[in-house]
């Protein structure tokens, strides 16, 4: 079975400052879905970004980044420009693209951003 | 609809009863699932659907819990018998299609066994 392990149960950043959260998960597959989901009080989960495994170029949308190091089974999400609206749990999440549909995530880590 | 909604979205129930929890995907997706969220932990699958059948009920913890979705649109969530370490919170997400496709989540479901 699929695991996936977020080490940084909590981190903070200043305003504007560069922040890293670390993901690392553990599949047999080759072929799979990586992705990230912010969760701010009002629970609903928001899709940040998300990475095919079969690419290699890490995936990018505006602030956010990710590192995707395939063969150390590592997904880290980097925020740049911290904004306060970034604020929220984070969870790291995997899907299977050959079997199943469900996602597997992480325990999350709570992003604090300080003005 | 615009997005997903999870009706209703706090439940307090007394040990021992059953509850319903509604969630309502986007229309045209084909795809539904549900997920378990206690405190401080990250979402675990219950069931998926695809259409009015369900496809993979791994994740239901036992036969207290089933879900329904006659029409393959609404889908139900059922809890009899209900203890207090079922207190959680309950997420619903639908999809487009199976597979390759973004799931959408709704805001949840708390609910609370006392």
């Known amino acids: 079975a699929q695991t996936v392990t977020q080490s940084q149960p909590e981190m903070s950043v200043q305003e504007a400052e560069t922040v890293t959260l670390s993901c690392t998960y553990d599949?047999?597959?080759?072929?799979?879905?990586l992705f990230w989901y912010k969760q701010p009080p009002s629970r609903q989960m928001i899709l940040v970004i998300r990475?095919?495994?079969?690419?290699?170029q890490n995936a990018t949308e505006n602030r956010f980044s990710v590192n995707f190091q395939k063969a150390a089974k590592s997904f880290s999400l980097k925020i740049s420009d911290s904004q306060l609206g970034d604020a929220a749990m984070y969870f790291c999440?995997?899907?299977?693209?050959?079997?199943?549909?469900?996602?597997?995530f992480g325990a999350g880590t709570i992003l604090r951003v300080k003005s | 609809g615009a997005g997903v909604s999870q009706t209703p979205s706090n439940k307090v129930t007394e040990k021992g009863k059953y509850v319903e929890l509604r969630c309502d995907p986007i229309?045209?997706?084909?795809?539904l699932y549900w997920y378990r969220q206690s405190l401080g932990q990250g979402p675990e699958f219950l069931i998926y659907?695809?259409?009015?059948?369900?496809?993979?009920d791994s994740g239901l913890p036992n036969d207290r819990f089933f879900a329904v979705r006659p029409e393959g649109s609404v889908s139900t969530l059922k809890i009899q018998r209900t203890e207090r370490g079922d207190s959680a919170v309950y997420l619903c997400a639908s999809s487009l299609m199976a597979m390759n496709t973004e799931a959408f989540f709704g805001q949840g479901t708390r609910l609370t066994v006392v």
């Open positions: 229309s045209g997706h084909t795809a």
């Open positions: 990475q095919e495994a079969y690419k290699q």
């Open positions: 599949t047999s597959e080759s072929d799979y879905y």
């Open positions: 999440a995997y899907r299977s693209a050959m079997y199943g549909n469900k996602l597997v």
């Open positions: 659907f695809q259409g009015t059948g369900a496809a993979d």
